[in-house]
């Protein structure tokens, strides 16, 4: 990991002026990058769409596009905005280097470049780079190409809204007695492999996984990017989870292990979405009556006996796709009203 | 004008960071370049083309300064900054002066070369 966030780098070097373009290639070379040359903007765009960089460097004052014009060709392209951008110019005017920053470069150098600021410079933007890709890396695992793209842009600003969605919560039964009866790392495998297969399970619905405690977790359906059958796509999630536990059961009864039952609990309605928390740390979520619903509804799996239970409104958003069956209305802590209960038979498939 | 043709400190700056091999081979670029910025300063006033002149000037400005030609590195950026009317008005004498300040650069950068 080391190596990938201090070792060489793929740089492009943009400029119109050869005599700049090698001298900068030579000082980058020294410190130890892979360097390749483009001799204006045009040409450096359809570079940077064909190959991948790590950093541009990019002169301003340049025939057929400028390094302005590139700037905000970068800005609006999703695949590069995020490419750490220094400005090597000998432009005059203080104006030029505001006008470089606000378009969104990271740096800017004035020409003649010195060899040891540059490679400081080039240090902290790799850094920097670095770090967002992890946090991109993070991001895609928690949530769908489509909703991290989402959070992306959005800038995970913090904030709300009001949706109609579908939340989904389920957990592992009798998790405690059997993490206390095995060794722990053998504990946490379990916990890696169940997640890797319920994470699965609801991408592959649109579906994210807004919280992991221990062997439950929440999922959302419908938010951050509205999904118009998002009551039937968080119940073929729910189908495919409790498959994939059927599955994953054939392998440890083939190993002697014991079997893993879940239980889930699904509400549909309107909440309220956005990212909580404070600006260095924050989670995407739900908030509101469905969402108590759907705990409890997931609560009540293990009273009901039952692997899948839905509320009425996810119900009807079946559209009598899924068979339901109707347990008749329960009562729920923190509900004013007793709350019809669905059954959706799993695994009889 | 007490200022040499060649700063010698810049000049060996560059070639302490860059390798001194290396830079006999951006020399010998600059000036196969540096006659085309020139030209490119001629043909722009000629055909009124201010933006061409303005980036010829710019070209020679950074180069000078790289190697340390500081007096035709502040006679480019001149011409940068005033730009095409000025060197019109002036009937193209400011050229005429770069080209005799570029011929002294380019001897005095040979000889270095060369040593």
């Known amino acids: 990991m080391r190596d ?26 020294l410190q130890g990058h892979s360097v390749a040359l483009a001799e204006n903007g045009r040409v450096a765009l359809e570079m940077l769409r064909r190959e991948s960089f790590d950093l541009l460097l990019l002169d301003i004052e340049m025939p057929e596009m400028d390094g302005f014009q590139v700037l905000e060709q970068l800005v609006k392209d999703l695949q590069l905005r995020d490419l750490p951008v220094i400005v090597t110019s000998s432009l005059e005017g203080i104006h030029n280097v505001v006008r470089c920053i606000e378009l969104g470069a990271e740096d800017y150098l004035t020409k003649p470049v010195n060899p040891v600021l540059l490679k400081a410079r080039i240090g902290a933007s790799l850094e920097k780079k670095w770090l967002r890709d992890q946090q991109k890396e993070l991001v895609r695992r928690f ?28 957990d592992i039964r009798d998790f405690t007695p059997l993490a206390e009866s095995q060794p722990p790392e053998e504990t946490i495998e379990l916990l890696n492999t169940y997640y890797t297969l319920m994470f699965d399970a609801i991408s592959d619905h649109g579906g994210i996984v807004s919280l992991m405690m221990g062997d439950g977790l929440m999922a959302i359906f ?31 009864a083939a190993a002697a292990k014991p079997q893993i039952r879940i239980g889930i609990g699904i509400a549909s309605g309107e909440m309220v979405a956005g990212h909580a928390g404070t600006n260095e740390r924050a989670t995407y979520t739900c908030i509101g009556n469905t969402v108590n619903l759907a705990a409890r509804l997931e609560a009540h799996t293990k009273v009901a006996r039952r692997a899948i239970l839905i509320d009425s ?36 498939s | 004008m007490a200022q040499p043709t060649i700063d010698p400190a810049t000049l060996a700056e560059l070639q302490e960071t860059a390798g001194a091999a290396f830079v006999v081979e951006l020399v010998d670029t600059f000036l196969a370049e540096a006659p085309l910025m020139l030209d490119d300063l001629k043909s722009a006033l000629a055909a009124g083309d201010g933006d061409r002149f303005r980036r010829a000037a710019h070209s020679l400005k950074s180069n000078s300064n790289t190697f340390g030609a500081l007096t035709l590195g502040a006679m480019a950026r001149e011409l940068e900054l005033t730009g095409l009317d000025r060197a019109l008005a002036a009937g193209g004498a400011p050229l005429d002066a770069l080209a005799d300040e570029y011929s002294r650069v380019a001897a005095a950068l040979s000889e270095l070369r060369d040593a």
């Open chain 1, 313 to 348: 409104e996810t119900r009807a958003g079946l559209a009598g796709e899924v068979p339901s069956e109707p347990l008749g209305p329960v009562p729920f802590k923190g509900m004013a009203a007793p709350v019809e209960v669905f059954s959706v038979k799993a695994g009889s």
């Open chain 1, 222 to 252: 419908g938010a951050p990017l509205p999904l118009p059958d998002h009551c039937a796509s968080a119940v073929r999630a729910a189908l495919e989870m409790v498959q994939m536990m059927q599955l994953f059961n054939l392998e440890r």
């Open chain 1, 143 to 170: 949530a769908t190409p489509e909703v991290a793209q989402h959070l992306h842009e959005s800038g995970f600003a913090l904030g709300g809204k009001r949706v109609r969605a579908s939340v989904l919560f389920a």
């Open chain 1, 4 to 29: 990938a966030r201090h070792g060489a780098a793929r740089l492009l070097v943009v400029d119109d002026n050869k005599v700049n373009r090698l001298l900068l290639a030579r000082n980058l070379e």
